[in-house]
Structure formats: C-alpha cells, structure tokens
C-alpha cells in the first residue's frame, strides 16, 4: 500500500520567507509526526498529532514554526520568517496509533534550504 | 529528558566482517527501543524494535540487537555484513513520557566490496 507522502521533496527559499510543507500520512494512520534532521543537531521531534487530541508541540524550536492537521489526515507545517539555521530535511511519521505498540512509518522528507 | 547516544560516528568493514554498532540511552523508566536504517536516497525504515520480552530481538536482513538494562544499552549486530547494508543507522528510543522517538546521532556504515 502507499507509504507516507511528502510534498515538495526540496524546497529553497530565500532568507525571511515563509514556506509550507506537505505530510500525507498512510491512510487510517490516526498519529502523526513531524521531525527535522540536521547537519550538528541530528534527529529531532518536533511536533506530533493525535487524533482530535491537542498536539504535543513540545519540540518546535520557536514560534516560526506551527503545524495543523485538518480533518485528522493531512498535515502542514509551516515556518514564518525562515532563518538560514532552519536548512534541514523535514521528516514526517505517521502509526496507528499514538501508543508504544505501534511503530512509526517516515516519509521521504522534504529537504529545506534557506539561502 | 532521554537522550540516546551512538558512539560509533563512521564505521568502515569490509564484507563478511562482522558488525557491532553501541547505542546507550538515559532514561530511568520503561522505554521502548528502536533501531532504524536509512540506505542512500531512501527514507528511514524499521530495522528492529524492542518492546517487551526476549532481550536479544532479531530484524530483517539478519540484523539482531539485544536490551541490557542493567547497561542502558541496546547495540546492534550482524554476524556477517554485505556491500547492501551501507547505510546510515539511527538508534531511538521512546519513554513513557510521550510518544515522540529520541534519535541518537547515526553511525554511517560504509562496507567494502
């Protein structure tokens, strides 16, 4: 079946701009998540979804960046102003569930540059 | 806050060798533990979990790794690696406090034909 889909698959931008980034999740997935691997930072969390639940938004790294997930499927994350230290590749994960018994399945990523 | 640290920054084998990657955590509660690969050009992808049960847990692709409380650790081996397994390895961990993955940092494996 599909995987996890992400959109577009490199994005770059000049300094100051704002961008959207895409997740479509494996379908009946209720669980997303959204990480960001760096050069020096390595795999980070960033924010994950459940549900109806409010998301847990404990990684993001400021108020630039916000994410929603409209009718319990599709995500976007967005980053206003974007900083050339947001250059990363932006990892999504979807699991049935938000519980330990269930894995995570990652997308391709979507790979950000700032310029 | 866990954390997961991977000591091995670059290994370098040639093939038939035999393979140990270190992965150590903090974290003082129950954790479920992950390792995942990720080849040239693909996404990351499940190589093994450990949940409960049997601390010596097999994987796909004869990879295997096994849970020593006692040492915060959760390494990875493979009796005999193949040019195939070049790749970079991610070892996570996910605790009782949510259920985001903590990564450590990745070991590249680069094996010699």
């Known amino acids: 079946g599909a995987g996890v889909s992400q959109s577009p698959s490199n994005k770059v931008t000049e300094k100051g701009k704002d961008v959207e980034l895409r997740c479509d999740p494996i379908s009946g997935h209720t669980a997303l998540y959204w990480y960001r691997q760096s050069l020096g930072q390595g795999l980070e969390f960033l924010i994950y979804?459940?549900?109806?639940?409010?998301?847990?938004k404990s990684g993001l790294p400021s108020d630039r960046f916000s994410a929603e997930r409209t009718g319990g499927s599709v995500s976007t994350l967005t980053i206003q102003r974007t900083q050339q230290e947001d250059s990363a590749v932006y990892l999504c994960a979807s699991s049935f569930e938000a519980h330990r018994a269930y894995e995570q399945y990652f997308g391709p990523g979507t790979r950000l540059t700032v310029t | 806050a866990q954390s997961v640290s991977q000591h091995n920054h670059h290994v370098i084998l040639s093939e038939a060798a035999s393979l140990e990657l270190g992965c150590n955590y903090s974290?003082?509660?129950?954790?479920?533990l992950f390792w995942y690969v990720q080849y040239p050009g693909q996404h990351l992808q499940l190589l093994l979990k450990?949940?409960?049960?049997?601390?010596l847990v097999k994987g796909i692709k004869g990879f295997e790794a096994e849970f020593i409380k006692s040492k915060f650790s959760f390494n990875l081996r493979k009796p005999s690696v193949q040019w195939s397994d070049t790749a970079e390895y991610f070892c996570a961990v996910r605790g009782n406090a949510g259920n985001m993955l903590t990564f450590g940092g990745g070991t590249r494996l680069m094996v010699k034909p």
């Open positions: 450990y949940f409960s049960g049997d601390p």
């Open positions: 974290y003082g509660g129950t954790v479920n």
């Open positions: 979804f459940q549900g109806n639940s409010a998301p847990d």
